[in-house]
């Protein structure tokens, strides 16, 4: 018997494995559309904005530009550990009542940085993702930090 026959067996896509293309932000338009309407997190290595979206799953953009690393390997090396990570969250989130675009944009300390701390800081920020001003208010004093 095949996966695909067994659908609550699903497993994770492999490590590298590319996300589908509608787990994915393909338009500029897209991309306005969380720049323009968005919450945010952030902390001293990416910026994370998100809105909620109308489809049926997470989708990712990213803006790593030559400010974060001159060098395409490390802005591709930064690529790939946010790709991984939002693919670890991506399948916690798995039965959400809301679904998000998310845009991750790095920080230029972030090319310094190994990819360890990468994904730690990236954890964190993922755990914010979807929590709105109101969520926050109700929540304990001791964790109600946004940014």
């Not at 990819?115 to 979807?130: E, F, I, K, T, Y």
């Amino acid at each position: 018997m095949s996966i695909a026959s067994h659908p609550d067996r699903a497993i994770a896509p492999p490590s590298g494995a590319p996300l589908p293309r509608t787990a994915r932000l393909l338009k500029a338009s897209e991309f306005k559309q969380v720049f323009k309407n968005n919450q945010a997190s952030s902390d001293g290595l990416f910026r994370v904005l998100w809105r909620i979206n109308d489809g049926r799953t997470h989708r990712l953009g990213m803006a790593v530009s030559r400010k974060v690393d001159r060098r395409a390997v490390g802005r591709n090396r930064i690529k790939r550990i946010i790709r991984e990570r939002f693919r670890h969250w991506r399948a916690t989130q798995v039965g959400a009542e809301r679904c998000f675009d998310v845009v991750v944009i790095p920080r230029p300390r972030a090319a310094q940085d190994d990819n360890a701390s990468l994904g730690r800081s990236l954890d964190r920020l993922w755990q914010r993702v979807g929590r709105t001003r109101a969520d926050i208010d109700r929540a304990p004093r001791a964790t109600r930090k946004v940014n």
